[in-house]
């Protein structure tokens, strides 16, 4: 109950700042009807408490498990049983994220169908698999993190340009999607878990890093080859918001909460089945430690459908309706700013980011704060979701302007910051694109885009969530070479 405690006060000081911008815009530039206004609120207290529960269910059963699983990797000497074993578990851990369900979902209906959600949720977890077992062999084979990044970048850009703009934007939306609030704890202490066995105590802190930035590369992959056999150039984004003339106000919760449940059931159950399998074969953990990850699993489904339910029913239309209101105006600067200070909260309400900075805490012994993480990430996200809403409202901004010098600088940048902070940088930019991103954030760039006569809402909206988890390696790497100097600072008074 205490952990509990703990994890409720953290969860409500993350989604206040959305809670307290949504009232004061509502009082101010963009009103909303009451019954929408107690949906958001409603929304707003399962989020809380299903972040609180999740933070928990993590806790207790996904970290654990994933470090299992990482000791697992390294005892195996055989190539084969590295790769597999990776695709598997990040093919499956990626179906699970409820990012990439709300991505997927939203895709499918501004494309009206015609790609599914379960073709672009498939896809994905494809790619990610993929991805993740290359991270994995990486590790396990001492391969430079700095030659994986521009390998996989590379063969991106060059399959950039045969894609069309829209798929591009969704590509770079699912690299971002893909890594929230199930599939960085795991992958994250996944890591830790195969880095940890090596004798080298500075490579396995160096190697504690990176593998999440490498298995979003893989969700771009997946899209852009889609892209190759199934063209979308004709197709015409529509927005579809979801009805809210109710005379309840928990209607949109029930009506949600079956259909939650099932997927979230049968997109975390591959994962309680491999922990069982593997308990069997390979863990042999003592009772007491089977049963503790076995309920944290059950404290993570409860978690993720509050938290799926709250941010479906009660937070993706007030986005919608917001971004609609501040992009009417005259003033189209009211939008941008607004997109900036969004950009800058919103990164607080991403459960994957407690996680990483603990982490990245933990692993560095301090050296590292947590609070100078947090404060330069908000930044990052801030100039993201800013220069998203420039995009929209400024007629011949295309995001392959931000994205192809943002990746260069960011690849540059490789070469001259620590290695540790290559991998915390690309790290950092897949958890700061979660389920808030991509159910808030998302919806508000969609009506912003739907209120603005010449914006293409299948193409300009869509791209936020690239920009979210662009910006961050940026950011962090630019962190990492302040570190740098400092350090060499210290070291020549210290000579001197």
């Known amino acids: 109950m205490n952990v509990l405690t703990e994890k409720l006060k953290e969860a409500l000081s993350a989604i206040s700042p959305i809670i307290i911008i949504v009232l004061v815009l509502n009082f101010t530039l963009a009103p909303i009807s009451g019954m929408l206004l107690g949906h958001f609120m409603i929304g707003a207290f399962a989020i809380v408490i299903g972040l609180a529960v999740l933070l928990v269910g993590i806790d207790l059963g996904v970290l654990p498990f994933g470090r299992h699983m990482g000791s697992s990797f390294l005892k195996s ?9 990776g695709f598997f578990l990040g093919f499956f851990v990626n179906i699970a994220e409820p990012a990439l369900q709300v991505l997927a979902q939203q895709v499918s209906s501004v494309m009206g169908g015609f790609l599914s959600t379960t073709l672009i949720l498939v896809v994905v977890s494809i790619g990610t698999g993929g991805m993740l077992a290359i991270g994995v062999l990486r590790i396990v ?12 970048y590379g063969i991106i850009f060059c399959l950039a340009i045969f894609s069309s703009s829209d798929m591009l934007a969704i590509g770079f939306d699912a690299s971002g999607a893909t890594t929230g609030a199930l599939t960085v704890p795991l992958v994250l202490s996944l890591a830790v878990g195969v880095a940890s066995m ?11 890093f990176g593998l999440v930035g490498i298995m979003s590369t893989g969700a771009i992959l997946g899209v852009l080859i889609l892209n ?12 579809e918001t979801q009805s809210v003339q109710t005379n309840s106000l928990l209607g949109p919760f029930i009506a949600e909460f079956s259909t939650v449940a099932k997927e979230s059931l049968i997109a975390l159950l591959p994962l309680v089945l491999m922990f069982l399998a593997f308990q069997k074969v390979k863990f042999h953990l003592g009772k007491r430690q089977f049963i503790k990850i076995f309920v944290g699993f059950i404290y993570t489904y ?5 938290l799926l339910v709250g941010a479906n029913a009660g937070f993706m239309n007030v986005g919608n309706i ?22 800058m909260f919103v990164i607080l309400t991403e459960p994957a980011v407690y996680i990483l900075t603990e982490q990245i805490e933990e692993i560095t012994s301090g050296y590292i704060k947590r609070k100078t993480v947090l404060l330069t990430l908000c930044l990052g996200v801030a100039f993201a979701v800013g220069l998203s809403m420039l995009r929209i409202v400024v007629p011949g901004i295309q995001l392959w302007h931000y994205l192809v010098p943002g990746f260069l600088i960011s690849l540059a940048l490789m070469f001259f910051v620590p290695k540790l902070f290559i991998g915390i940088a690309f790290d950092s930019g897949g958890v700061a694109s979660g389920p808030m991103t991509a159910t808030f954030v998302l919806a508000f760039a969609q009506g912003a885009s739907d209120a603005v006569e010449y914006s293409n809402i299948l193409v300009d909206s869509f791209g936020v969530i690239s920009m979210v988890a662009m910006t961050p390696l940026i950011a962090l790497q630019v962190l990492g070479l302040i570190y740098k100097i400092k350090s060499k600072q210290s070291e020549r008074e210290a000579q001197a």
């Open 198 to 208: 090596k004798r080298d105590s500075k490579s396995s802190e160096e190697d504690s």
């Open 228 to 239: 190759l056999f199934v063209r979308t150039d004709e197709v015409t984004g529509v927005l």
């Open 141 to 152: 084979k001492n391969i430079s993190l700095r030659t994986v990044f521009v390998v996989s």
């Open 322 to 343: 917001i971004g609609q209101q501040l992009a009417a105006y005259d003033s189209k600067a009211i939008i941008v700013v607004a997109g900036f200070i969004l950009g």
């Open 77 to 85: 000497n055989k190539v084969w049983y590295v790769i597999v074993l």
């Open 302 to 306: 409860i978690g993720l459908v509050l």
